[in-house]
């Protein structure tokens, strides 16, 4: 069963063009991750359809955004701990939502999903996963590249739906022209390194959507080949005018 879910939509305001991309990778191992996911993924697409309209005419302003952003995720994992209790299951999620606009990128972050930006000279992460293995490097327990070889990688410290209490990390930055910006799952970036993402996805080998998409896929195709079972997510957003 497929526990990802995401979605990718832009909308052209009177302040400019925005981009908005979801991922979220339901718990593997835990009885549907995908509902939870999907649950996630729908709430910031109506946000994004119905309640970021209203910002961009009062004026987008970063609190306000986040404090949004905040309610949908405390709303869904109280939503989704009370659907565990009512049918005695357990479900969680991740999410990575990213929003560009104006030359700013606007980020909510929880779990080891991961949104990366990639410019002409080099790649980084923006977000830093809730997992046990990011806190034993943290704690100068574990190399950092080790982590992705860990038995102990898959174990998350958040996530929605799991536990009572979640505490989101929002990140904002530049999101000017001429930078990719890279939301995955997991399952993505198991196999492969962050150079080979890098020669697929610097800014200076996307020239259209379907380089892009082509570029993208065979990166999920690497991570299969070299026997990646995981489900494998990744959206792509190439800034390319504002």
Known sequence: TNQDSFMLSRMNTYAGE???AVVCDGMGGLSRGELASAQVVRAFDSWFLTDFPKHVQNGLERDELFQDWNKIIQDKNRELLQFGKR????????????????????????????????????????????SLVMREVELGHLAPEDM????????????????????????CGNGMSGKVFLICCDGFRHEIRNDEIFAK?????????????????????????????????????YVDSL
């Open 18 to 20: 925005a981009a908005m």
């Open 201 to 237: 996805l610097n800014p200076r080998a996307i020239h259209n959507r379907g380089i892009m998409q082509e570029n993208l896929q065979s990166l999920v195709d690497l991570c299969l080949d070299r026997g990646e079972r995981d489900n494998v997510t990744a959206v792509g957003i």
């Open 87 to 130: 049918e005695n299951v357990s479900l969680g999620t991740t999410v990575d939502a990213i929003l560009i606009m104006e030359g700013l990128y606007y980020i909510a972050h929880v779990g080891d999903t991961r949104v990366y930006e990639i410019k002409p000279d080099g790649i980084r992460c923006l977000t830093k996963d809730h």
């Open 148 to 171: 992705e070889r860990d038995p102990r990688r898959n174990i998350l410290l958040q996530c929605i739906g799991a536990e009572g209490g979640v505490r989101p990390d929002f990140y």
